[in-house]
């Protein structure tokens, strides 16, 4: 079911609010009195958002308001932004290292009429929240703690290992870490980790099943943990697994550790914790603590099971046993064996033929190739298997503990700021290879971010919110460059990414007819013809624009789609280019004074900037590699929110006057720059600067001895040698 975010859109917006400061505010007149309304109702409404989520699915009215409140929260955060801009404009007119010429455009502005726009603006934004409180009150929604992500699974210990396919090397794997003598102080603890429907939990029911196990452990519990890791709950999970007689219900904690204690009476076990979440440590110490003082010298064990290696890692000083997709030839087993019946596949190789393919789009995950083949079972017309193959798989009809509401619960656990920056990557094609910065910054393009905390820049939150995907096993570590990586992402994660953002982000292809018009960012994924006049008239609040694939012979349709995000999209955070055959910019990119991320990236046909350019005041970063301009162009003074910039540049020297107003700027990235014999003086105002990045600039290496990304202070460190000496 598409997600609406409104939980993560109202803390961004309210928290925009709250950081404008008193001379933006300053810049519509008697605006105060009601951005203070704005702000109280948005709080209001924050408040009791967790139990709009809750209830959402069982009452379609309230589930309809809700997208309402979307769009009028994105509009709120779209003045919010209004102000933002206006004030970097003034910022711009009274910058010391801007060229007079340049502060005298910016100044070309109208106050009483941005006043008197964003007056009008923010009482239509407060009618409208007005005309919804009716509807909303009727709801009877309460504050309550976030408690979304709470579910409740249960697993058991018996499988049939006849029906468990290509698990036999992980199973002995496990066993050997079981047998193997530890000389860990406390019990020593085994986490398997992976996505959700990959089998950690099958492995660990054969490993709990095998005769050697149950010879080396005379005793075996299973608990299925699940979400609620509450030390009484589990204590009582425990003690009923060894003597379901047992009356514990009443006891505290205590009283359930005194009558574990005599249940154990120092006997050896094997406990397992299926499906485990908690990322409390304290938590976790208290029930190690527990056990640990049952098994003086008992060479017990304890397996974890789990999707996130940051509760692998909390709870075991053993390396995580990261389990992997099946192989090819096993995950066909397995489809055979759940879409045909007893060797039916034999009497229909056309069915084979595409179920190979099918099997192909499961990428190696056990659930997902069952679901598949369940949903084929007993069915022998090639155009209903021809339908399931083309299909996505996030589009297909399942049941509760088929493959996407398996994985959704990974989902459901990640807070709201996560969610919706997981979503945003639906955008990029499957199999990408993501790149950490670009993705950073398309989400700090859209304000995904959380203001960052002392000591924090933008960057490092970003890189943070990656991290956490990665210890959820959401995106996978590709290559580590060390301050950049790259990942990838699982096709059914992209199916689920996919499915949650379904109203916020489309992918657009030559078969798009239509696209509701309350989307937000759009992907151009196909090399074919794309009539672009006819799918996006109606659209105008989108605010990502990404070209991957569109056929580069045709340059009419890339000229129509810049003029349509000029014309339609006032509001755009973010244009992506890349490999684009434009000729040009149009001058009228300039009215894009929102826009915070661009990327021109190898469209080398493109030989100058606008004049208009220095109007994209809040860029923050801008990719120009393979884009052969002659020089920096003045038009870009402006631009003092940059903070990556990546640029091909043909002349001999950088005329430095352009860069001493980058006072933001973290990243350099001078690629290709064949001719550029020497860095510019005015470097040493980029007092931000972190990183410098040469790539394929021969005089500049050989001077310099670089090649590639250093860090800049440290290198200047290590020079030892006066600044302006090293541009003589």
């Given amino acids: 079911m598409a997600e609406t975010f409104l939980l993560d859109i109202a803390q961004r917006v309210v928290e925009k609010i709250a950081h404008l400061s008193m001379e933006e505010l300053g810049l519509a007149f008697n605006v105060e009195s009601d951005l203070r309304k704005l702000k109280e109702t948005m709080s209001s409404i924050k408040a009791v958002l967790l139990d709009a989520e809750r209830q959402q699915h069982q009452n379609e009215k309230l589930r309809l308001c809700m997208w309402k409140l979307r769009d009028i929260f994105y509009d709120a955060e779209d003045v919010v932004d209004d102000f933002k801009c206006e004030a970097l404009r003034k910022q711009v007119v009274n910058h010391p290292n801007i060229s007079f010429k340049v502060r005298f455009l910016a100044s070309c502005s109208l106050p009483l009429s941005f006043s008197f726009k964003m007056g009008h603006k923010i009482k239509s934004i407060n009618q409208k929240l007005n005309e919804l409180a009716t509807e909303w009150n009727n709801f009877n929604l309460g504050q309550g703690t976030d408690n979304r992500h ?12 006849s029906d468990v396919i290509g698990r036999d090397v992980d199973k002995e794997n496990i066993i050997d870490l079981l047998m193997k003598p530890s000389e860990d102080p406390n019990i020593p603890v085994i986490p398997i980790v992976g996505i959700g429907g990959l089998g950690k939990t099958t492995l660990t029911q054969l490993v709990y099943n095998d005769d050697r196990v149950t010879r080396c452990f005379p005793l075996k519990i299973w608990i299925c943990v699940s979400d609620e890791f509450d030390l009484s709950r589990l204590l009582k999970l425990i003690i009923h697994s060894i003597n379901k007689g047992e009356k514990c219900d009443n006891l505290t904690v205590e009283a359930l550790q005194i009558c574990l204690r005599s249940l154990l009476n120092d006997k050896k076990f094997l406990l397992v914790l299926d499906d485990v979440w908690n990322e409390n440590r304290a938590r976790w110490i208290e029930l190690r603590d527990i056990l640990g003082s049952m098994d003086y010298l008992c060479g017990s064990k304890i397996i974890v099971t789990t999707r996130s290696l940051k509760v692998a890692f909390i709870m075991s000083s053993i390396h995580p046993y990261e389990l992997k997709g099946l192989p090819f030839e096993d995950c066909l087993t397995l489809f055979i064996k759940w879409a045909f019946n007893n060797e039916d596949e034999r009497q229909y190789p056309n069915l084979m033929r595409i179920g190979k393919e099918i099997v192909q789009k499961c990428k190696g995950v056990p659930l997902a190739v069952r679901t598949l083949g369940s949903l084929l079972f007993l069915k022998t017309d090639e155009s209903y298997w021809i339908s399931i193959r083309d299909s996505e798989i996030w589009m297909l009809e399942q049941s509760e503990n088929d493959i996407l509401p398996v994985l959704k619960l990974s989902y459901n656990h990640l807070p709201s700021h996560l969610q919706r920056c997981l979503a945003l990557l639906s955008l990029y094609k499957k199999d990408e290879i993501y790149y950490s910065d670009q993705v950073v910054y398309l989400w700090m393009a859209n304000g995904l971010l959380e203001h960052p905390k002392q000591k924090q820049d933008w960057e490092d939150v970003g890189d943070q919110y990656l991290n956490e995907l990665m210890s959820r096993c959401l995106i996978q570590m590709n290559q580590d460059y060390g301050d950049v990586f790259t990942f990838k992402m699982h096709d059914l994660i992209h199916d689920l990414a996919l499915e949650v953002s379904q109203k916020e982000c489309k992918i657009v292809n030559c078969q798009t007819k239509t696209i509701d018009e309350n989307v937000r960012h759009l992907s151009f994924c196909d090399d074919k013809q794309i009539n672009v006049a006819q799918v996006f008239t109606k659209l105008k609040k989108v605010r990502t624009v990404m070209v991957q694939e569109v056929s580069k012979e045709s340059k009419a349709i890339h000229e129509s789609l810049v003029s349509l995000c000029v014309s339609n999209f006032k509001y755009i955070r973010a244009l992506c280019l890349q ?58 003074e402006t631009l003092i929110e940059l903070r990556y910039l990546e640029i091909t540049i043909k002349a001999k020297k950088l005329k430095g006057s352009r860069l001493r107003s980058w006072t933001s700027l973290q990243c350099l990235a001078l690629v290709d720059c064949d001719n550029l014999e020497c860095l510019s003086e005015e470097m040493k105002c980029l007092t931000e600067l972190t990183h ?10 050989n001077r310099y001895h670089i090649n590639g990304r250093l860090d800049w202070q440290e290198w200047l460190k290590k020079k030892r040698i006066p600044f302006d000496d090293l541009f003589n």
């Fill in 692 to 701: 410098l990045i040469l790539h394929g600039c021969t005089e500049l290496s």
């Fill in 579 to 636: 490999d684009s055959p434009l000729t040009a910019l149009p001058y009228s990119i300039g009215a894009l004074e929102h826009l915070r991320e661009l990327d021109l990236t190898n469209c080398c046909n493109i030989k100058k900037l606008p004049s208009s350019f220095y109007k994209l005041r809040r860029l923050q970063s801008l990719r120009m590699r393979g884009v052969p301009l002659m020089q920096l162009p003045v038009s870009m």
């Fill in 150 to 161: 709470v579910f409740h699974r249960e697993t058991h210990s018996c499988v049939n290992s």
